[in-house]
């Protein structure tokens, strides 16, 4: 959970949902399919030539066992994927 002496603790607000378990939901389903997801987002970054050793990303599930990837990067690393996207955008829009 959120630790005091984290450097981002008090910009994370308390959420219930991260940690209230409902019995029956499959929480475990949605944590893998969300550790897949992160590590497919990385591969294709990596791939794409991307530098990923700024790169954080943490699999999570929400209160109805959705999976979902928290990322964190740096405003450079953020800039960088930014200018990514973009450019793959201006491709798309290309072709």
Do not use: I, K, N
């Not at 910009?11 to 590590?39: I, Q, T």
């Amino acid at each position: 959970m959120y630790d005091p002496e984290d450097e981002g603790f008090e910009s994370e607000p308390f959420d219930p949902d991260d940690v209230a378990w409902v019995r029956g939901v499959d929480y475990v389903a949605g944590w893998r399919d969300a550790a897949d997801a992160g590590g497919e987002l990385a591969a294709a970054l990596t791939s794409a030539g991307f530098d990923t050793t700024e790169l954080e990303w943490q699999a999570r599930t929400s209160a109805d066992g959705a999976g979902g990837v928290r990322l964190v990067l740096s405003a450079a690393a953020a800039h960088d994927m930014a200018a990514l996207v973009r450019a793959v955008a201006r491709l798309g829009r290309a072709s």
